[in-house]
């Protein structure tokens, strides 16, 4: 399914694959990674630097768009040239359209509205490239902040899921939120769309 060309800029952000060889960027990943507090609300576990130098390669990968392969890109904060953070966006069925987003960003970074601009990016990506139909946004019930970030992003909240998953020893509730094509259509402001960066 075609992309534009990476990388893509917002206001603030650079949105690029990540680089498997840039020590930055694993420097960047693996501060915040290795937080537990980042993975309070996440399946996986605060990761050391072996971890993070893994992960690194693995998302360096995460370019195309492929059905349950999630396209995850590095958010660099173009006035330090540093990441702060990462964006995905998953297929989740190429017959009924279906996609889902996510985001992960370094707590030092957080309320200055980085994670709505990204995500901005990756639902007109989803319904403006991809065509899809529908677009979700999948939490851990007490995530409120992230909750925010969906809502800001004019996200319906469609379902509550009382002690759906087992997560790190205890009965977790899910939260879903999701937006459709039409829904980003009579909201969607060109200025949002993925611009590409110029050439140096």
């Not at 072996?50 to 006035?79: F, G, H």
């Not at 995905?88 to 960003?105: A, T």
């Not at 990016?121 to 995530?143: I, K, P, Q, T, Y």
Request: some cysteine; charged content about 30%; proline content about 6%.
């Amino acid at each position: 399914m075609p992309l534009p060309d990476f990388p893509w800029e917002t206001t603030r952000l650079t949105l690029r694959p990540f680089r498997p060889d840039d020590p930055d960027d694993l420097d960047d990943l693996h501060a915040y990674r290795s937080r537990p507090d980042v993975h309070r609300y996440l399946y996986t576990e605060p990761a050391d630097r072996a971890d993070s130098e893994a992960n690194l390669r693995k998302k360096s990968r995460w370019t195309v768009v492929a059905e349950n392969e999630p396209l995850v890109l590095a958010a660099e904060w173009r006035a330090t040239g540093r990441v702060v953070g990462e964006v995905n966006l998953v297929l989740r069925s190429r017959e009924h359209r279906q996609g889902e987003i996510g985001y992960v960003f370094h707590p030092d970074f957080h309320g200055r509205g980085f994670a709505t601009e990204a995500s901005r990016v990756m639902l007109a990506v989803a319904f403006d490239s991809l065509g899809l139909h529908r677009v979700c946004g999948r939490l851990d019930a007490r995530n409120t902040a992230s909750a925010r970030v969906l809502e800001r992003l004019g996200m319906r909240r469609e379902a509550h899921l009382r002690e759906n998953e087992w997560v790190k020893g205890e009965w977790t509730d899910e939260v879903v939120y999701a937006m459709l094509a039409r829904e980003w259509a009579a909201r969607r402001d060109p200025a949002e769309a993925p611009r590409q960066a110029e050439a140096p």
